[in-house]
């Protein structure tokens, strides 16, 4: 199983970015967007339960950011909007397929059996 991400870049503050994360296959339960700062813990941005109805989002980017995955459930979108420096980071796509993610861990990276290798966003 692949998970590819794309769409990183550099922007200026106030600008927006699209990450899109492609799977190979889609066994998930949970797809979710993570995080990773310099000298940072990786930190969950946002999460999505398969079916799309139960979505997650860490407190900092409620209202800034929105996830969203494709009918066919092999594509991932972040739309990050009003982006800030401290959204500097490599953002991460991962995924589970044992249905052991919930609201209280779907931000622990060790809930999660599959990684992209990132795409760097810059916001300066």
């Known amino acids: 199983v692949q998970l590819v991400e794309s769409g990183g870049s550099s922007v200026q503050a106030g600008g927006s970015l699209l990450l899109t994360c492609t799977t190979s296959?889609?066994?998930?339960?949970?797809i979710a967007w993570f995080r990773q700062a310099p000298g940072r813990n990786r930190e969950g941005v946002a999460g999505?339960?398969?079916?799309?109805?139960?979505?997650y989002y860490a407190d900092s980017m409620k209202g800034r950011f929105t996830i969203s995955q494709g009918t066919a459930k092999d594509m991932l979108w972040l739309q990050m909007n009003n982006l800030k420096p401290e959204d500097t980071a490599i953002y991460y796509c991962a995924a589970e397929a044992d249905d052991g993610v919930h609201g209280d861990n779907w931000n622990s990276p060790d809930a999660y059996n599959y990684w992209g290798q990132g795409t760097q966003v810059t916001v300066s």
């Open positions: 296959e889609h066994p998930f339960r949970t």
């Open positions: 999505i339960r398969s079916g799309g109805n139960t979505k």
